[in-house]
């Protein structure tokens, strides 16, 4: 009975078009075997190419031989060890803050940091396209939630003048949001914050290593830099790696470490990782990194405009993430099925992981794509666009 209920409702799932399976890639950058069918990926938030950096996997193979596979105990146990502080003094140094503080994933991360900053009797206000992690860490806080319109800062000055109270009152953003591409307005959201006496939180998942000078970020990029309270980053996107950090004061850091769950009840990060991680940080500020960010750029640049000259409604921009907005999620999905047969791997995205009738082609760019695999890609879409009557 209870297992019938379960497939019920995966029907359900997939009567409404939104059924989701694990496909298995075998990836070799920037070209894929998906099952079999060979095409170029353009779905990765590998940006730079990091993931297959020799530089990174030598890092993490001669820590895994020096220290072994697992810390084997969270770090409050015996799983602290020297490289989780040799990272977090580079985190901290790069991002220009009085210290950084790992966890095991972003999504553990902004779950944990929100969830222990906020609770019952405090307010977020968070941004409505926010990710699915920093929406759920709000709802396992307890506080308040208040969801402003995307990226209106006229929207979040009046709903802060409208929920004041004595608790804390956090906003919560992403630095480059993930769906749509697009960089939020942080020099109106850190005034607003000060205004109102409000902690300011961004989530940097996918401007970490891509925006900035030396590719500090979004906080960087929009020159707020020291106006942030936390700023929150992810290791499996640009940098190649895996696992997460906040860069924030001292007391911040003390605190979560007093409060966090998914810090305290978790396994911490393994050397491997730990030494991939910091070799990433040090490459993304060097000559080499700079080379990346701008191939990024140019090839981010590229696509957009070959896109938008063949008609396809997408925003103007430069970062890597290219949505391509299709509407309905059955159209979306047949869109990405026929972009795959013909050589083009690109997610199509459904609610619940954007809002319903927004569904969309997320495409994202590598600074390992040559011109002439944009060139091809943009074809493809185009092509497979108009067939279906999308274009
Ligand atoms: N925040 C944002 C904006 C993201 O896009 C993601 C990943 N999709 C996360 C957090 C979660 O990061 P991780 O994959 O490291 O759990």
Redesign the pocket.
Known sequence: MPLQLLSQRLEKIHHDGLYRSLRSVERTTPLVSVEGQQALLLCS?NYLGLAEHPALAQAAADAALQYGTSSAASRLVSGNQPLHDMLEAKLAAWKGAETALL????????TGIIAALAGRGDIIFSDRL?????IDGALLSGARLVRYPHNDTLALARLLEQHQGDGLRLIVT??????DGDIAPLQGIADLAEQHQALLMV????AGGVLGQQGRGSVDFCGIAGRVAIQ?G????ALGS???YAACSRLVREYLINRSRSLIFSTSLPPAVLAASAAAVDLVQTEEGQQLRQQLTDNSMLLRSLLQQAGCKVPDGSTPIIPILVGDAETTTRFSARLLEEGLFVQGIRPPTVPKGTSRLRCTVMASHSPDQIQQAAAAIVRVGRELGVL
């Open positions: 938030n966890f095991n994933s972003g999504y553990a991360a902004n926010n990710h699915a992690s920093i992403d630095g480059v949001f993930s769906m989530d940097d998942a996918h929150m992810t290791f499996g996107k895996f696992g997460a």
